[in-house]
C-alpha cells in the first residue's frame, strides 16, 4: 500500500499510520481514478484483502495458491499447448530447431521451465541440444536455474509451496512419485493406507497449492 501511495504522493509521510488508517489512506488515493494494480506471487487472501482497490480500479493478482476473494474471477493457468511451448522455445533460441518438441516434453511444457532451458541455450552456444537434453532428464531440477536471475529457478519455486506444506503432508506427497503417469483418488488413498475421504481432503489441499493438477477423467 505505502508504494502505491507514494506513487501519486512521493512526499507523504507513512511512518505513523497503522494498518487500519493505512488502508484507509490506500481507498481514498485509488477513489476515482483509473489504474490496474499488479500483485505477483499472492499467498493468501489474508494478505491481498486490503489492497484490492475501489471498484474505478482493477487488480490482476498472481498465486501459486489458490485462495477465494469477494469479487476475485479466477482463472487457472495450465502449462502450454504443445504448439505452443515449441513456438515458445524457438523464439526464445531459434537453433532449438527440431528439438523443440521434445525439449517441451522433458520440460513439461511449463511456462518457466521452457524459459529457462530456452534462454540458457541461446546465451550458451558450446551446449549442444543432445548434451542438453541429457543433462536436463539427469538432473532436471538442478538443471532449470539461472545462474544471473534468482528468479529463473525452478526448483525454488517448487520449494516454496513444498515448504508451505506440514511434515505429514510432504511425506504423503512424496509416496506419490510411486505413480510414473496420472492416478484417481482411490489409487492415491490405497497408497497412503487412507480412507477416500481423508484422501480426497488432501489430494484437494495439494491442488490448491499447485503441486498436483486436477484433470477431469472423460466419460467411458
Known sequence: MRRVIHSFEPAADLRALDEAQLAALYQNFLAGKKAL???DNARSAEQVKLLLPPPSCAALITSRWQFPL?????????????????????ELCPRIGESAPELARRCGCLPLALRIAGSFLALNADWSLPEYLERLQARRLQTLRSADD????LETVFDESYQSLREEERQKWRTLAVFPASFD?????AVWHLDDPSAHDLLSRFCRYSLLEFVESSPP
Open 150 to 153: 534468482a528468479e529463473l529457478d
Open 70 to 90: 469477494p469479487g476475485l474471477k479466477s482463472v487457472r493457468l495450465g502449462v502450454m499447448k504443445d504448439n505452443e511451448a515449441k513456438a515458445f522455445l524457438l
Open 37 to 39: 494494480l499488479f500483485w
Open 185 to 189: 483418488r482411490p489409487a492415491a488413498a
